[in-house]
């Protein structure tokens, strides 16, 4: 099973709001992330969590927390985000940093 | 920033036909590439990857050559299907020294004719 799933599926939320999208996999794998993708663009790596430590922060802004709270969960917060951070949030995972990884069907996000 | 050139930006194809996508590299120590295929509102699936030792890897209708000396790497699908029309992105992976960091190519859409 190389399954990763993501949720919600969609979200709306105001620049106010505060939110959190959820990430889970079952393979077993030590090395997660989380990317953003506009529409019609390649994913951008934000986050990279290898053995639940962050390993790799793309100077993403502050507004954006993630959280690894264990080995096959990996959660994003969102707080005070701006119409731009609009996008696609796709999470993937690998067996470990630098495997192949495997994403999820994303979580489309719209800030109003 | 180290990039991935991708071409076509779009390429439109009919059905038997063969699809070509091409992309180019910079960085040397790079030591893994995926080509992913994305479906609209989908994440994106690992299609097939190659590493620089290799020069042409093939997994059904779906071939990568690779051309370390022209640091140039190229997807070949056979016998296009309708079903193939989806968006394809080349990347690139240093492996475990970056953590897994995944450069992407800025992707194909490819959309093939009955």
């Known amino acids: 099973d190389t399954e990763v799933t993501q949720t919600p599926k969609h979200l709306v939320m105001g620049m106010t709001n505060k939110k959190s999208l959820k990430c889970e996999q079952h393979m077993g794998h030590r090395a997660m992330y989380w990317y953003k993708q506009k529409a019609k663009k390649p994913p951008e790596l934000m986050f990279v969590y290898s053995y639940e430590k962050l390993s790799i922060n793309e100077s993403v802004p502050s507004r954006f927390s993630p959280e690894c709270p264990n080995s096959s969960l990996l959660n994003l917060h969102l707080h005070a985000l701006q119409p731009e951070d609009s996008a696609l949030y796709l999470c993937a995972s690998s067996r470990v940093s630098g495997g192949t990884q495997y994403f999820g069907p994303g979580t489309r996000l719209l800030v109003l | 920033q180290q990039q991935v050139k991708q071409s076509p930006q779009s390429l439109i194809v009919q059905k038997g036909g063969i699809s070509i996508i091409n992309c180019a590299y910079e960085n040397t120590a790079f030591d893994y590439f995926p080509w992913y295929q994305q479906f609209p509102g989908k994440g994106p699936a690992l299609l097939i990857a190659i590493r620089p030792d290799v020069s042409e890897k093939k997994e059904g209708r779906f071939t990568i050559s690779f051309n370390k000396s022209a640091k140039q790497f190229s997807l070949h699908i056979m016998d296009s299907q309708p079903g193939d029309s989806a968006t394809y992105f080349c990347?690139?992976?240093?492996?475990?020294?970056?953590?897994?960091?995944?450069?992407f190519g800025q992707g194909t859409i490819l959309t093939v004719h009955p």
């Open positions: 990347a690139e992976d240093a492996g475990g020294t970056s953590y897994g960091k995944l450069t």
